[in-house]
């Protein structure tokens, strides 16, 4: 337990503050269990202004900067381009989306299923009769038919410009 802050300590604390010592070594030469952290504290309480001199004095010894070697630009020249009048593009129209295939039973188990083997669930994950589809996974995890359901392309909506599409999403939070 430590003694308080007595009018002595007060006055010690106040001198050596102003002498600009650290609150660590203010704190040293209380003694009798005074933290620097109880050190800060007072001083924010007493309200004490800053120091007359830093704790630790500033740098004032600057390294001048290495100059760096300029490295030589080799750039090969860019061909000349040309400036053409925007072509509309055809409409290239959306891929028919084939039907979804039924779910029939898969050909592969937890324990069989290999790194390039589609991942697609079949049936009730509690049930025994649960499997996955086991064919050969193209890009992913999926095989291609399976690829298409799971990956769908993100459908624009028309018409809305950016100040409505928020305005809508706030509504959400009012």
């Given amino acids: 337990m430590t ?3 007595t009018e002595d300590r007060v006055g010690t604390l106040k ?11 203010i704190a040293k030469q209380l003694g009798g269990g005074v933290t620097r952290n109880a050190v800060i504290g007072k001083v924010h309480r007493l309200g004490l202004s800053g120091r007359a001199a830093p704790s630790q004095p500033a740098r004032t010894t600057f390294r001048a900067a290495r100059p760096r070697p300029e490295a ?11 400036i053409e009048a ?11 989306v ?21 991942k697609w669930p079949i049936g009730d994950p509690s049930s025994r009769e649960f499997s996955f589809c086991g064919r050969r996974a193209s890009e992913g995890v999926y095989c291609v038919e399976h690829a298409r359901v799971a990956y769908q392309p993100q459908v624009k909506r028309g018409g809305k410009d950016g100040a409505s599409e928020l305005a809508r999403s706030l509504r959400r939070y009012i």
């Fill in 72 to 82: 030589p630009v080799t750039r090969a020249p860019s061909a000349p381009r040309r």
């Fill in 86 to 96: 925007a072509q509309p593009r055809p409409a290239v129209p959306a891929a028919p």
């Fill in 98 to 118: 084939p039907p979804p295939m039924p779910d029939l039973p898969g050909t592969a188990t937890v324990m069989t299923l290999g790194a390039h083997m589609c």
């Fill in 3 to 5: 003694a308080g802050w």
């Fill in 15 to 25: 001198k050596l503050w102003l002498e600009g010592q650290s609150a660590s070594q």
